[in-house]
């Protein structure tokens, strides 16, 4: 997630897949993590912390939302390889593909953190609200690049054979600091 945006890659073979439910999740996930990371920047700004149960509850809130965001990782073995299989130069897809992989990575590094200032938020609420609400925050800016671009450079390449998801999202997700990364080699101009 860090360089320029570039124009989106075209659909390959007969057609693109509708990939209307990944979409869907993106939007849910995208409003989570801001209802999320609000919420807690008004929480350290309070002059009074959150009482134990609202705290024990965000908590546990965050800690589902990570776990529905990891799950919404398969398509690093599901899309990968049917978006590799589509597109004319596979080795060139797969060195753009490697940048979502990172971007992946990244993400679970911080969830890792936020769900371990979580912890340490719904035991003292006054003194790490500002730790999870920077995280939070931090989160919230790696997944709004990284869907802008998975949804710019490689859905639009996804071919109809796709994989669809087994089942809707659940969990939080379900419900409701960097610059974006090139995705090249998935298509003209990617």
Known sequence: MDSEHVAPARPYGPAAADLTGVRVAHRAILA???????????????????????????AGYVHRFNDAVRGHHREDRTLWPVVLDAVPDAAEAAAGLAGFVADHEALDAVQADCDAAAARFAAEPGRHAGMLAGLLAAQRDLLAAHIEAEERHVLPVSPAGCPAPRTPPRGPAAAGPTAPRTRRGLGPGC
Request: aromatic share 0%; no cysteine.
């Open 32 to 58: 989570d993590i801001e209802r999320l990371a609000g919420l807690l920047a008004a929480l350290a700004a309070a002059a009074e912390p959150a009482g134990p149960a609202r705290a024990g509850a965000i």
